[in-house]
């Protein structure tokens, strides 16, 4: 792959390098996706089945998944298979624990104490992507939280096989987070249903899961509906953004690069350094690796809008990075920490020659669903506290109210709010006339 010259270029040049592959084809996208929300809407069960057997060739009769289907899919998997399911389950597991929420209680001045307390969500969608793939991972990424916090109703939602089928490994996974309603649905049409509600599914409170630019537009659109439901961020197509310099291993370089790629023909890989061999290097190494690669012609489709930049300094690359804001960032330069510090705008950060993002994705601990398309300025990666929501308690004695007083009346003054002021007023007046 050729290399371009950041400082070449000018900054209208540089914006269009970072743009990403399907941001020109949002209008067209969003458009398609109302359709299909309304459709679900309207028709409920019936639209959800005809988009199945439209998109994933299936006819279905039943949306959900027995739990007879569920236990006889998961009963199928291999041993080795499951060992690696259940050494996933212990480290996200164990580093999603230790992100217990505690409420707390604090008296701001003496009378007057306010507390924060904390509720699981009462039910959670989750969505699993389907299609090229098979996605167990992510499974437990979603499920092992909403366990984890006793979200009471786990709703799986995953596009079929053409025969109606689910995965074993999907089902084992499903069966490891406690997870027992699950439905063959996928696309735009599962994030509606989850949101609306149809015959066979009850609308949840929250929508979790990654999934393509149709799922994308699907939960942003159903969570601007004064009928919908919130959703956790905007979790589209995969992208990685490699810094890396002379000291780098190209193969290794290339791989991380390569292991985002295979996700799909929209996603984005983008490697920056101040070395010139090293970027040949990589560029080298890609075409060997690909060449070896089952999912070969997936992952061609995403380097041809994926780049490799030629930067001045670390320190150019580190900017770049931050304005770029990616899903995974990978860290592959000497003096690892004075640049870690300089760097936050990531879903997740990737340190070191021995920390491949494929880590990440299933068995180190942290959680995979990560915000993309820019986004990760603005939003978090997924955590234990996605799945609570939080809300604040109050109480005032007579003594804590009368401390307060004088500057609850006055700022009501000040706005014009002549019964919040009142309403503190008043009190205080009952006490005298009952006295």
Partial sequence: MQSIIWNDL????????????????????????????ELVRSQGDAALKALTARFDGCQLEQLRYSEADIAAQAAKLDSDSRAA???????????????????????????????LRYQALESVGLYIPGGSAVLPSTALMLGIPAQLANCRRRVLVTPPAADGSLSPALMYAAQRCGISEVYRVGGAQAIAALAFGS???????????????????????????????????????????????????????AADLLSQAEHGADSQVILLSDNDALLTAVSRQLSQQLRTLARASIAQQALTH??????????????????????????????????????????????????????????????????????????????????????????????????????????????????????????????????
């Fill in 10 to 37: 000018s900054n209208e040049q540089q914006q269009q390098l970072l743009q990403r592959p399907l941001q020109s084809v949002s209008a067209q996208t969003q458009a398609q996706v109302d359709d299909i929300i």
């Fill in 85 to 115: 399911i259940d050494c996933a389950y212990q480290t996200i597991s164990r580093f999603h624990q230790a992100q217990q929420p505690q409420d707390i209680k604090v008296e701001t001045v003496k009378g007057v104490t306010c507390e």
């Fill in 199 to 253: 015959e066979s599914i009850a609308p949840v409170d929250k929508i979790f899961g990654p999934g393509n630019s149709y799922v994308t537009t699907a939960k942003q659109r159903v969570s601007q509906s004064a009928r919908g439901c919130a959703i956790d961020m905007p979790a589209g197509p995969s992208e990685l953004l490699v810094i890396a310099d002379a000291k780098a291993n190209p193969a290794y370089v």
């Fill in 306 to 435: 994926s780049r490799f930049i030629r930067v001045d300094s670390i320190a150019e690359a580190v900017a770049i990075s931050e304005r770029y804001a990616p899903e995974h960032l990978s860290l592959q330069v000497r003096d690892e920490q004075r640049w870690l510090a300089q760097l936050s705008r990531a879903g997740s950060i990737f340190v070191g020659p021995y920390t491949p993002e494929s880590g990440g994705d299933y068995a180190t601990g942290t959680n995979h669903v990560l915000p993309t398309d820019g986004f990760a300025a603005s939003y978090s990666s997924l955590g234990l506290l996605d799945f609570y929501r939080r809300y604040t308690v109050q109480r005032a004695s007579r003594q804590g109210l009368a401390t307060l007083a004088p500057a609850i009346t006055r700022l009501a003054e000040l706005e014009s709010l002549d019964a919040h002021a009142r309403a503190v007023s008043i009190r205080f007046a009952a006490v005298e006339v009952n006295s």
